[in-house]
């Protein structure tokens, strides 16, 4: 696994090294190329996931939905009897979308991000930052995919990395999801 993680980080430095974008998330996600995420990075992966002692952005999956209405920052674009959405952009053209889906005693049982990225190598930059995170975070992942890679959060709980670029969009999806 650390000789995959190493690998990763080598091509992740060439692939830095040699682009001359100006985007601002692509500097930030401009790697020194070793397994430890920059402060940049880390900085950018906190805006988007929240920071402190709570799972995703300042909650907990099976906090009450009436909490995040009460205390989440951002721009709510849809509500729903069982989704509450919010969004925010990352730098130019780059949004993140937040879907907190509860069920009907207005529990959340899972915090969706849908990460919307300039380029296939922005997002290919992220999913390697976040999977770095998540690894320090969490550990090793429990399941690795080529599409996907699953982390174990407590006995419980459970975050997944998936890359959702398409012909139309590019990305990555993070889901934390509590399982039964």
Known sequence: M???????????FGIACSSNSSSETNEALSSEGNPYI???????????????????????LGDSIST????????QFEETDELLGYTF????????????LHDSTDIIKEVQLDIYL?????SNKMIEAFST???????????EKEAQNTWSINSMDKVTIEDITSKLDR??????????
């Not at 995040?68 to 721009?75: H, P, R």
């Not at 952009?89 to 907190?100: F, G, T």
């Not at 990305?171 to 039964?180: E, N, S």
């Open 133 to 143: 995170h998540f690894t320090q975070k969490y550990g090793k992942p429990v399941s």
């Open 68 to 75: 995040v209405k009460m205390y989440e920052n951002l721009e």
């Open 89 to 100: 952009e990352i730098s130019e053209l780059e949004i993140v979308d937040v879907l907190y």
């Open 38 to 60: 920059s402060s940049t990075i880390e900085e950018l992966i906190n805006d988007i996931l929240g920071s402190g002692d709570k799972t995703i952005r300042g909650f907990d």
């Open 2 to 12: 650390i000789k995959k993680l190493l690998a990763c980080f080598m091509l992740l």
């Open 171 to 180: 990305g990555l999806q993070v889901r934390f999801k509590r399982t039964f």
């Open 118 to 122: 300039n380029s296939d190598s922005t």
